[in-house]
């Protein structure tokens, strides 16, 4: 009688192992790496004792997160984690008050460790090495109102990460200002709309200006936001300020049979771009805070039109390709390059694409919050990976 009682409880301890065993082994994966600081001698200060959080995500939603800190020689591990498919990391790093973020990190099936090295730099409150490689305005005359899309190739040419030095205006966290961009007075702040490269928790509008607190990492960014100015007489003069140097300055207008004229930028040549005519006008090598000014005459009056987010995605893809030069003096690119630069901006357009569509499903009542934070984060997150890249590539 004993050992057919024993029996089944042999039968239950072993299906306890059996089903125990790839819980087990979902729980054994490892992110281990090392802080690199890249900052050339006799800078690069100790990566000693710095503060490294791993960040979990279930199915792209944030679940928590954890920390550790460095050795002597910057090293990391994280352990215990999960390998499952639908897990996801990401580890953050806080190196002189900026923000260093790594790719996301999965675990494809069998694998158990990552090595993942994150790359920081010496932080510096001097502006010395940054400049705008370009700087593309659209204006899109309307009835009463201008539509403007203003985009930038952001270069940090030295080997420091740029903190500001400047308390960024109306702030209440008192963070610094890194990059400023001016806005007419008349500006519509409502309207204000930016590119995924202008985190929302990162911008401050003040003092006439959009402002990142966000730190400029060497290599280079694009930078891309959009606002409509409304206007009374048949007549405007649009004027910017850039805090920083510009190498290649282009304003189009669109070719609406309004006139425009400026005593600094030249040309007023007609191009085709985004499927529309324009007229193109450009400077090259702007000094910091020189006033560049463009005069309008011949438009509409009254009405409205709606900004619509396309406008800057269409931005970032002739950013993502040269832009600063005369449209229609591109150099040649090889043409596996050209499909290459082509295949990123066809993604990065699609996933602005599909936050836009998410955005509208939502607000129409076609999903629930949940899953709408849900996805939006994972787009997001898939976009800032995709910029990471490109600023990668920026620095190579």
């Known amino acids: 009688m004993t050992r057919y009682k024993i029996l089944p409880l042999i039968v239950f301890l072993a299906a306890l192992v059996f089903f125990a065993v790839p819980a087990l082994a979902q729980n054994a994966g490892v992110i ?24 979990t995500s ?53 694998e158990t460790t990552q090595t993942v090295n994150v790359d920081v730099y010496d932080a510096t409150d001097k502006a010395d090495k940054l400049r705008f490689h370009a700087s593309q305005i659209e204006i899109n005359p309307g009835q009463g109102r201008l539509e403007i899309t203003e985009h930038y190739l952001v270069n940090n040419d030295g080997d420091t990460t740029y903190i500001g030095s400047q308390p960024a205006i109306g702030d209440s966290q008192g963070r610094n200002n890194t990059l400023k961009f001016s806005l007419p007075a008349e500006t519509d702040q409502k309207t204000l ?46 004027t910017k300020t850039f805090i920083y140097p510009v190498a290649n300055m282009s304003v189009l207008v669109k070719d609406t049979g309004v006139a425009a004229s400026s005593d600094t930028l030249s040309g007023g040549q007609q191009v085709q771009y985004n499927g529309a005519n324009y007229v193109q006008y ?25 900004l619509k987010w396309g406008g800057i995605a ?83």
Not at 362 to 377: D, K
């Open 32 to 55: 281990e790496g090392q802080l690199v600081n890249k900052t050339a001698p006799p800078g690069g200060a100790s990566v000693a004792k710095v503060t490294v959080t791993l960040k």
């Open 58 to 110: 279930i199915g792209g939603s944030e679940q928590g997160s954890k920390d550790t800190t460095t050795d002597q020689d910057g090293k990391f591990q994280f352990s215990g984690l999960n390998t499952a498919s639908n897990y996801s990391y990401q580890l953050v790093v806080i190196y002189q008050t900026a923000e260093y973020d790594s790719d996301t990190i999965t675990f494809k099936a069998g």
């Open 193 to 238: 709309q930016y590119s995924e490269t202008l985190m929302d928790w990162c911008v401050v509008i003040g003092g006439g200006n959009l402002q990142d607190t966000m730190a400029v990492l060497p290599g280079q960014k694009v930078v891309a936001f959009m606002y409509q100015v409304p206007y009374k007489s048949t007549e405007y003069s649009f």
């Open 282 to 306: 450009s400077a090259q090598n702007i000094g910091a805070n020189t006033p560049v000014t463009l005069n309008l005459s011949g438009l509409a009056k009254s009405g409205n039109s709606p």
């Open 314 to 396: 269409a931005a970032i893809l002739v950013l993502g390709v040269g832009l600063g030069y005369p449209l229609s003096r591109r150099r040649r690119v090889p043409a596996r390059v050209q499909r290459q630069a082509a295949d990123r901006s066809d993604d990065r357009d699609e996933l602005l694409m599909r936050l836009a569509r998410l955005d509208d499903n939502y607000e129409a009542g076609r999903m629930g919050e949940a899953e709408y934070n849900a996805r939006r984060a994972q787009l997001k997150q898939r976009l800032v990976d995709m910029n990471r890249q490109t600023e990668r590539r920026g620095k190579a």
